[in-house]
């Protein structure tokens, strides 16, 4: 290593390298490669996975047999559970239904009868006496009727 | 207890790829401990020329191994285990300084006198040259970033613009062009500080 490094003096792309070199060249700390260690052996490994023991592995027959069993067995206890459940004798609920809406939309006459408005009709003439204890007749009624017309004409005249 | 087929633990049978991959994980411990052993010191000078803080140093080679020993499947397949460990730091410590965004420490001047070496130098001497390098480093902070890496990098002797290139990704041309406009701007600065006095 050249040792203008403490001259002052001299300036340029030399000097600024020549700096930078011994900045570059500086020891390393005592005890570094020692305290790396000791960071690794501290930080944490990564997990292993452990193999399946050869009676366990998952690629033999009778491990796949029971674990057929064991996904039906599960199947089969969870639904005989739901059905027990379902089986006891537990009162119905009852629900109200609210009234069925009718045709109307839900809209009432409130009790309202509509009458149509018609003529008055014609008013049967009133019988004023039954003679000889006869009922009177058609003829007789006619005639009656006629009488009482020619009265009320004379009446109208006086 | 044991055959050559396979490792019987109680009632476990602990098979052959199991054996292997414990034999594996210890050759690599083995072969970490070598590459810190050897290459520390190194990644050490690296990361100080950046941060210039011994102790961000130390933390910055650490965080190296760290990730070493995160990324150790791939260690096989790494050609050059020198410049892979210096590109990592070098990353790191970019990294660490981009987030700081502090000066480094050792543009101040009574640290730079006491981490420079002092050999027959006398305390007045050492102290004016201390001055020196502090302002002569407070220069190339002033450099673009592209060509104070490349200054910075080229300064360890043990590294070829090859590998200059290798570590920062760029080819080897551009390490030697940048390299020439980083010593021109730096001359020119210094020759600006010169000139002002």
Redesign the interface.
Known sequence: MTTN????SS???E???E???????????QG??Y???A??GS?PR?A?V??W??ALKPQSNWMRTAAAAAIVFVVAGGGWGVYRRVEQNRPAKVIVLPPRIGASGGFSAAGAVRTPQTISGPAAPQVSQVRDGKKPTAKAGAKAAQKSSVTSQVAGRK | MSTSQAIYAG?????N??VE?QARRRAEDVA??AL??RY??AL???A??VL?N?ADA?DA??ET??RV??HRDTLNEVRDHRVWLIRIVWNIVLDRKRRAKTRPE?DDVAELAR???STG?SAE??A??A???AH??A??EKLPQKEREV??L????ELSSVEIAEVLGITESSVRSRLFRA??L??GL??H??SSK
Do not use: K
């Open positions: 490094h403490h001259n002052p300036f340029g792309p000097s600024a390298e700096t930078l070199r011994i900045v570059a060249s500086l020891p390393a700390p570094l490669e305290r790396i260690h960071a690794l930080a990564r292993r452990l193999p023991p050869t | 009632w476990m049978e602990i098979p790829s199991a991959e970490l401990a810190v052993d520390a010191a050490y000078r690296v100080y020329s210039r011994p130390e080679v650490q191994f760290l020993v995160r050792t981490v420079l070496p130098l001497e050492l004016a040259a001055q020196h390098h002569v480093l220069c190339v200054l910075t080229s300064a360890f002797e010593r021109n730096i001359a210094l020759d500080a010169r």
